[in-house]
């Protein structure tokens, strides 16, 4: 069935002509929001992993999580082309020398087809942007969170709007895709409030998004603030609303990455219902076809 939005796999399906896999890599970063440069703790929702999805053995240097990721896709799926996806932490916390030697050695299979780095807005400069341009086909995924400064402090993400609007325009000066990660149902913002910020980032038409749903996780500073008062997450119907009018806010170009995760079932306090992905995503299908409207049917 033909999504109501536009997937980031089929937009790798049409530029590559096949399915295209990504490889999750930890390259051994950290995060200046947990080592005390910024602040200690991390963000509030930021478990041990950093986002990680733990396909493989941290353990591996670059090229070996990379062989590895293909032997795996490539028994599962048949898999045969890759993208490299820097995933945990910040990765590009780290002089350009050094990111250089980390990025170039993802690219150590001829089956590579392009690279994409999870980072923060206040760790990128011109110096990393130019070496990540010199990539094929270079993705950056960018961790705002949300547009409101309130909601950014209240989290402590250790950074502002003003920053993520300084290093997405570095980035797009080089031609370098730009993927935006927000949470939905962060603490006071209401629905109002998220779908102004699906407007502001329409009106920068950017390439890419990912949406996320805020989880307790066990190990995350979180955990003890809703132990000690709870407040109301949303609801799966209510999360899947609010993903549809924020992707009918958006450009029909702009690359769907993610709509709901799974894997958190080891260290997940609430919303339990996140672990049901694909019940999640039947359910946005299920609301787009009941409004017969799709992603940027409001743009």
Not at 81 to 92: E, G, I, L, S, V
Not at 121 to 150: A, F
Not at 237 to 265: M, N
């Amino acid at each position: 069935m033909q999504k109501a939005y536009y997937a980031f796999s089929d937009y790798l399906k049409e530029k590559f002509g096949q399915k295209v896999y990504k490889i999750t890599i930890d390259a051994g970063f950290s995060c200046p929001n947990r080592d005390g440069t910024i602040s200690s703790g991390g963000c509030v929702f930021c478990d041990e992993s950093g986002s990680f999805s733990k396909a493989h053995s941290s353990s591996l240097d670059i090229e070996n999580q990379i062989k590895t990721g293909i032997k795996n896709l490539s028994e599962r799926f048949g898999a045969q082309k890759f993208f490299a996806y820097f995933q945990a932490f910040t990765n590009t916390y780290a002089p350009v020398e050094e990111l250089k030697n980390i990025y170039d050695a993802a690219f150590c299979d001829e089956n590579i087809l392009g690279i994409s780095i999870g980072t923060r807005p206040d760790c990128v400069d011109e110096k990393k942007l130019d070496l990540i341009s010199t990539y094929k086909n270079p993705w950056l995924e960018l961790g705002l969170q949300s547009t409101y400064n309130d909601t950014l402090k209240k989290i402590n993400r250790g950074h502002d709007y003003e920053c993520f609007l300084k290093a997405y325009k570095l980035a797009k000066e080089r031609n370098i895709n730009v993927c935006v990660h927000m949470v939905l149902g962060l603490f006071n913002e209401t629905k109002e409030m998220m779908l102004k910020s699906a407007k502001r980032l329409a009106e920068l038409g950017i390439d890419g998004i990912k949406l996320h749903m805020l989880t307790i996780l066990e190990d995350a500073p979180l955990a003890k603030i809703y132990e000690e008062n709870p407040f109301v997450l949303l609801s799966m119907q209510e999360y899947c609303e609010i993903v549809c009018d924020f992707l009918e806010l958006l450009p029909p170009t702009t690359t769907i990455h993610r709509l709901a995760g799974s894997g958190y079932s080891k260290t997940l306090i609430a919303p339990k219902w996140v672990n049901n992905k694909f019940e999640t995503l039947n359910l946005i299908d299920k609301i787009f076809e009941q409004r017969k409207t799709k992603q940027g049917a409001k743009f």
